[in-house]
């Protein structure tokens, strides 16, 4: 079964805490040595050591550089090292979405395209090794899916390659929008509290702030990603650095809490000082779904209508469903002033939750549009298909380990085969059934073949 990874970022997030969290859960430093080094030649090495960050053991990776000031790179240029490099299809690919990520950020920050831009800060070696190593330590677990906490992004202003820039950076603020943030470690955390001004520091400690000597547009968010020095009295400063929150973008397909799971392992990055106001650490957690179900993150969406003619229900929901939801329904309400109405309800992935709030907006009298944040738990489900007189009929399986839940044939099938045939549906969904029970497909049996995966969190083929 794949295994799933929580990443506990409410503290803040770096590319080196990353690495040292991967490498505190059991992947091999060796072996995530040898990968950066197919990117970057052997001018790297990867040290790793025990930390104690506010109490908390944790695992500190630190990148040593051979070179003392790496080249400059540009977006196109680290694209091309990733495509030549021997590396597992895994880690290409989540590696060259986390650069992408970051170029794209950083060309909307300085408006050009994302190819044109230079890496100034991120770009370095140490920086290849962090995303690199992140994503190949990832891949040696096991991983086939990431979700994580809201990120802290740290208050106040630091000092940049062009002077004092405010919290959080503007490449970090880009990286950030559609992710769910808060200014402060954790839950609660209030601003009274006393900050330290080197509170929160990632990444590595080394200097690479020679001139540059291109004239294209580069990153000018930090010096590098190492310590960034704090401007602000008083201010806890930076908690996110682009390239924490550029892996964190490209490996999580969601933000919300922890899901249900079997944990089988956790590991504890640490950054590079021990905070006074909070352990500076990043979480990883990883293990696997129950059996009977899977958790998938969702967003709730509602709105009250009371002045919409009738007819035009069945239209909105078929709206909402294009948009991206995965289910919508229609709930009668008794509004004020006693006036009848309709609930309009609909469940929405986090990535289409605008889509589908745009849609009810558009397709409907209401004025607004709640949303919430949720967990659903579900079956595992999948599709198998049946022959009815030469006819295809689709059916919906429910499973929990390895055996049946529940089994029903797609409706919209049973109305074409209907219509086909010249026979009443209740027959056809008679005949239908029969043939389920035929095939061994029976609640409590074990699975009698394979399936076919039902689409991602996208909607069912019917609303039935």
Known sequence: MTTHAWLDV??????????????????????????????????????????????????????????????HRTWRSIHADLLAADLPAWTREKAIATFGALAAAEGRVHGVEPDHVHF??????????????????????????????????????IRAAHGDIPVPAPAVAQLAIGWQVRAFPGAGWAHEHEHDDAAHTHEHGHS??????????????????????????????????????????????????????????????????????????????????????????????????DDMDPRLWPGVLDALLAAGAVDAWLTP?????????????????????????????????????RTAA???VVLQRGFTTLTLDGEPVRVKVAHREGRVASAAAEFVDVQRVASTLSTPEREVLARAEAAIVAAGWVPGAALPGPLDDPPSDGPAPTRA
């Open 10 to 71: 409410s503290a803040g997030v770096a590319g080196d805490m990353l690495l040292g969290a991967c490498v505190d859960a059991g992947a091999s430093l060796p072996a995530i040595e040898s990968v950066v080094r197919a990117v970057v030649g052997p001018a790297v090495t990867l040290r790793a050591a025990t930390a104690l960050r506010g109490g908390q053991r944790a695992t500190k990776v630190e990148v040593l550089l051979e070179e003392p000031s790496p080249p």
């Open 120 to 157: 100034h800060e991120v770009g370095a070696l140490d920086a290849i090794a962090d995303v690199v190593g992140t994503c190949e330590g990832l891949r040696q677990l096991g991983v086939g899916a990431v979700t994580a906490s809201p990120v802290a992004l740290g208050e106040g202003r």
């Open 208 to 305: 690479h702030d020679a001139p540059h000597s291109h004239d294209a547009p580069h990153s000018h968010d930090h010096l590098h990603e190492g310590p960034a020095v704090v401007t602000t009295p008083g201010a806890i400063g930076e908690l996110a650095t682009p390239t924490g929150m550029a892996l964190v973008r490209a490996l999580a397909t969601a933000c919300g809490p922890l899901p249900p799971m079997t944990l089988t392992a956790v590991g504890v990055g640490a950054g590079s000082r021990d905070a006074a106001t909070h352990p500076n650490v990043v979480r990883l957690l990883l293990g696997t779904p129950a059996d009977a179900s899977t958790s998938r993150a969702i967003h709730e969406l509602r709105a009250n209508v």
């Open 333 to 369: 309400i008794l509004m004020k002033k006693g006036r009848p109405a309709h609930c309009l309800s609909a469940l929405a992935p986090p990535d289409r939750a605008d889509d589908v709030a745009e849609a009810m907006l558009r397709h409907t009298t209401t004025l607004g549009v």
């Open 374 to 376: 949720a967990e659903r």
